[in-house]
């Protein structure tokens, strides 16, 4: 089995729907050991050929984008291949190469342009769920609007600051003492 069948076959299949959401230790360390070394080829420019093909951008995007946040959760490097899978996946659906893959595994294309701390990007992700994504529910629209309103608020994402360093201003502490979203 070829690697990108290898990650896809992971998310799509054996995680599902009802895990791609989910915080598991479990699977974030099996992400870890089994795709470690595969995330630190496409940071060094190794996997690029893979963004040729819709399934070959579809993994690539999984683990860029997903397998990053699994990988490094709650650290810095959860968010070091953001720009990355944000530029990929705005070449991808460039290309309509997003439309030649289905719902529900669609969202994945979109999901770089929703973790983005850019207004534009927001902007795009909500429009590419609404137009792009005819069977996706209310709620998932809604967690790409949400990311929205909060880029719209603070130009970036507040529950991110402490791993990425950043100092909290006042009116971002006052969010997350609320219960503010997180992203």
Same mark, same amino acid.
């Given at each position: 089995?070829?690697?990108? &069948? ?18 598991? *230790? &479990? ?12 995330? *630190? ?6 996997? *690029?050929?893979?963004? +040729? ?8 995007? +999984? ?12 650290? &810095? ?7 990355? %899978? ?57 967690? %790409? ?22 100092? *909290? ?15």
């Amino acid at each position: 089995m070829s690697d990108i &069948e290898r990650i896809l076959d992971f998310w799509l299949t054996e995680i599902g729907p009802e895990g791609w959401y989910a915080v598991s *230790d &479990e699977t974030d360390e099996r992400i870890r050991n089994e795709f470690g070394d595969l995330w *630190d080829q496409a940071m060094a420019g190794s996997l *690029d050929q893979w963004t +040729v093909s819709p399934r070959g951008a579809l993994a690539f995007l +999984v683990l860029t984008d997903q397998f990053s946040r699994n990988m490094h959760r709650g650290t &810095e490097a959860a968010f070091a291949a953001d720009r990355l %899978a944000c530029r990929v996946a705005k070449a991808a659906i460039g290309r309509s190469m997003d439309l030649a893959i289905p719902e529900p595994e669609r969202q994945f294309f979109y999901l770089p342009l929703m973790h983005s701390e850019v207004l534009s990007d927001q902007e795009r992700c909500v429009r590419m769920f609404m137009m792009r994504l005819p069977e996706i529910g209310p709620e998932q629209l809604s967690f %790409a609007v949400d990311h929205r309103a909060v880029i719209r608020k603070f130009g970036r994402f507040p529950s991110r600051n402490m791993a990425l360093g950043r100092t *909290d201003s006042e009116a971002e502490l006052a969010y997350r003492a609320g219960g503010g979203y997180m992203s």
